[in-house]
């Protein structure tokens, strides 16, 4: 395969209207979905629909609070037990207690302030978890039984992470308390939220995707952070949209009235929170559980009845509506669905890494440090054995026996997710010292392996790499330097480029929304988490990573010779050397300066 490329034409992945034998709601759910997708792909003659330069004055205030809510400060202060950050993936360490201290580290390690950073005449903030032009669409809420010396009942509390604080919103009452009755003792749940709004600001129609991808590397933040303490987390997928809307108290937005088109003008409605999901933590060891969906819900319903405290602050004086966006948020809403149970699978540990292919970090010190690159050197080269430790944590089911198909969420951090992998990724390698330049492809569902052979160019060659580790399902599509190709995809950027690698992750589309509609956006939180763990790895290696949201969507099927909407590529990553700019002055993230930008 020759690795030129050229711009004068693009296959279309749009897919004509679907024929499934379901009801019709489904199949105008699915069609709006579909229509969404193609709407806000980029290509190279025209970029989806977006605002004409940024609204500076109206830029979404980054920090929600709950006015006159109680508020129930959090500690600030080093884990001096934090692990490894390697050892988790062979197992976690033995739970710690639900207290003032461990709740602390949890927020500080997950979804906290990590640093400001200022240049004299403009100051920001960055957080632990990242997102898309650091924006923060995700506000997160705990719903706990009652914790020492943090509040003596069961409550709802919003995380401020500014302050490092909970705000609690409500008092969970006896009578619909269902900790004791359906979770494993010490248990609490953690829920994610997204306005849309604050990525719409500066992305326009794309901004959908931005969000979810933002939760999937909240989803993983989450998890890694509690993976430290001792603790599992899962995704409670059983419950329906109008379950979280409740449980969170986001009820309380009231119903956004959507536009027909896209419009500007003073929209405060458009702030609102969308519940994308909830996880329940739990320690580790506590075995296989039962979480039943129906009880947990009637319980939920209850939560209407509560008394909410807080009036949520106004982020922007005026706004830009994209309709398209909140005509897909409702086609993805998820119902209850009972019969799906909350499976804990079995702890399963990853590939022990070789000596020297990371840093000495702990799991605190790894998190908090983690940045994404705006530049990349374009000099530094990774070796092979570093590049197959990262490729070997990008697997979700982690190290198998023999004879083992990867598929099922087993290993660190893919054990959160309540569905078997549906994301593979095509990976553009640059530098790495004994592994020839080229296209390479990561089959992460061994499911897909026959049918995703039959989907791409046929000249492909799907050898094992020389070197490559058993049970590491990495094959090379065909040689050649594609560092120019990878920078087209990639709008151009030379960052993509630039590194010792770039990947599109290329997630199993339209055969799994036919089935389920509502996994539109969970395609997106499952690059989000994928997209966690390079950002970690490559801190863990001394490196650098950067998601890439913009990207020309069909000229990168054209290139693996996709066509249709079976596969879809859905997010773009690198990683390399990153380029330090020494005018950006970096300062504590607590306390933070007196005033921001």
């Known amino acids: 395969m020759s690795m030129s490329f050229s711009s004068s034409s693009s296959s279309s992945s749009s897919s004509s209207s679907p024929t499934i034998a379901e009801d019709g709601t489904h199949n105008s759910k699915l069609n709006q979905v579909l229509k ?114 943090v509040n003596d009942s ?45 990525e719409a600001w500066k992305y326009g129609e794309r901004a959908f995707r931005y969000c979810n991808h933002d939760v999937g590397h909240a989803i993983a933040a989450v998890t890694m952070a509690a993976a430290g303490l001792g603790w599992d987390v899962k995704i409670l997928d059983g419950l329906g949209f109008k379950d979280l809307e409740k449980l969170m108290g986001l009820e309380t937005f009231g119903e956004f009235e959507i536009p027909e088109k896209p419009v500007k003008g003073v929209m405060p409605d458009i702030e609102f929170e969308h519940p994308d999901c909830v996880m329940v933590v739990f320690p580790n060891g506590v075995g296989r559980f039962e ?153 992460r569902n061994e499911d897909h392996l026959e049918d995703l052979k039959k989907s791409t160019r046929t000249e492909f060659s799907w050898d094992k790499p020389e070197g490559c580790p058993d049970g590491l399902p990495l094959y090379e599509l065909a040689r050649g330097d594609c560092r120019q190709l990878s920078k087209q995809l990639s709008c151009h950027q030379d960052i993509a480029s630039d590194g010792c690698f770039s990947l599109g992750m290329v997630a199993h589309f339209e055969p799994t929304l036919r089935e389920k509609v509502w996994m539109y956006p969970r395609l997106f939180w499952e690059t989000g988490v994928l997209g966690q763990v390079l950002y970690l790895e490559a801190h863990a290696a001394g490196i650098s990573a950067t998601g890439i949201g913009c990207f020309f969507d069909d000229p990168v099927h054209e290139v693996l010779g996709l066509s249709g909407s079976n596969y879809q590529s859905l997010y773009h990553f690198t990683v390399g050397g990153p380029v330090e700019d020494k005018r950006i002055m970096s300062l504590p993230a607590y306390p933070g300066p007196a005033a921001d930008a």
């Open 291 to 443: 979480v039943n969906y129906q009880q947990l819900s009637a319980a939920i319903d209850g939560f209407s009845r509560l008394d909410w405290i807080g009036k949520p602050t106004l982020l922007s004086k005026e706004h830009l509506c994209w309709d398209v966006i909140y005509k897909t948020a409702e086609a993805v809403k998820k119902p209850l669905t009972v019969a799906d149970g909350c499976n804990v699978n079995p702890f399963q540990s990853g590939r022990v890494p070789n000596e020297g292919c990371y840093k000495n970090f702990t799991l605190q010190e790894l998190v908090r440090k983690r940045r994404s690159a705006v530049d990349m050197d374009g000099v530094t080269v990774m070796e092979r054995d570093t590049f197959y430790q990262i490729m070997s944590h990008c697997l979700p089911s982690g190290s198998l026996p023999s004879g083992w198909k990867q598929k099922r969420p087993l290993a660190l951090p893919y054990r959160v997710l309540d569905w078997d992998a549906e994301v593979h990724a095509a990976l553009f390698v640059h530098k790495v010292e004994g592994l020839p330049k080229g296209l390479y492809f990561l089959v």
């Open 36 to 149: 969404y997708h193609n709407q806000t792909k980029h290509n190279f003659n025209k970029y989806a629909r977006g605002p004409h330069g940024l609204d500076w004055a109206n830029q979404p205030n980054p920090f929600r609070r709950y006015n006159s809510a109680p508020i129930l400060p959090l500690l600030i202060e080093e884990d001096v037990n934090s692990p490894f950050y390697p050892s988790l993936f062979s197992s976690l360490p033995p739970p710690k207690p639900i207290d003032k201290s461990s709740i602390s580290h949890f927020f500080h390690d997950s979804l906290a302030l990590s640093a400001w950073k200022s240049t004299g005449w403009s100051t920001w903030s960055l957080r632990v978890n990242p997102s898309s032009g650091n924006l923060h669409p995700t506000e997160a809420y705990i719903i706990s039984p009652p914790i020492e010396s």
């Open 154 to 198: 069961s409550f709802v509390a919003h995380y401020a992470p500014k302050e490092h604080a909970l705000e609690r919103r409500t008092v969970i009452p006896k009578e619909f308390d269902f900790f004791d009755r359906l979770f494993p003792p010490n248990s609490f749940l953690i829920g994610l939220s997204s306005i849309f709004w604050r």
